[in-house]
């Protein structure tokens, strides 16, 4: 798989730091700058400043950018390369700005992994959809949330967490000598922690990248 510096590298090229434009592009200007990008990275699909100036355009162009496109031409390129982590950070924050639910970018993720279980980058990504359900069940409960809704929240945690890990021993069974799965099996011991009730440890989780 894609290494796992290399995937966290790309995320702080891609999507740290790219700021909006200083007032927002015209809707011709930004189709120019998209069709640029897209001769770039066709071309070149690992260019760093080709994805950067890419999401530069998205997060400023408005209503210039498409971006159902956007998506689609994501899946394009990572059907070409599904471990190109330049799409994967591309695509995260696209489909942040689109507004594309936990539960679709979880099953984008599953196509991707049941295609090969040696994709980091997709193993990575679904990390990141998890920590998102958390942040959306707290943000949904509140800050004191009662006895009820903290019983659904571990019922239904503990479930996905089940289903996790049998998906990724199904994977490590089957390419047991790639780091993809084996990293993916400790985010889940420490994304599991609080539900497992085992005590905390360090380094499930690790990097950051698409």
């Known amino acids: 798989g894609a290494a796992p510096a290399a995937a966290s590298s790309a995320a702080a090229g891609s999507a740290v730091g790219c700021h909006f434009p200083p007032t927002p592009l015209a809707a011709a200007v930004a189709q120019e700058e998209l069709s640029l990008t897209a001769d770039c990275i066709t071309k070149q699909p690992k260019s760093y400043g080709a994805w950067h100036h890419r999401l530069w355009v998205m997060k400023g162009g408005g209503e210039g950018v498409d971006l159902e496109f956007e998506l689609a031409l994501c899946k394009q390129f990572l059907e070409a390369d599904e471990r190109n982590f330049h799409c994967w950070a591309y695509r ?3 489909a942040k700005r689109a507004g594309v639910s936990a539960a679709d970018e979880l099953a984008f993720t599953d196509e991707k992994i049941q295609q090969n279980f040696s994709n980091y980058s997709a193993f990575h990504y679904r990390s990141k959809v998890l920590e998102r359900i958390d942040r959306e069940a707290a943000g949904e409960a509140g800050e004191a949330p009662n006895a009820a809704s903290a019983s659904a929240f571990a019922g239904e945690r503990m479930a996905r967490l089940r289903g996790e890990l049998e998906m ?22 420490a994304w599991g922690q609080p539900t497992l009730g085992l005590p905390g440890g360090g380094g499930g989780g690790g990097g950051g990248g698409g």
């Open 168 to 189: 990724v021993v199904n994977a490590a069974f089957t390419e047991p000598d790639d780091q993809s799965a084996w990293w993916y099996h400790r985010f889940l011991l």
């Open 92 to 94: 995260m924050q696209v």
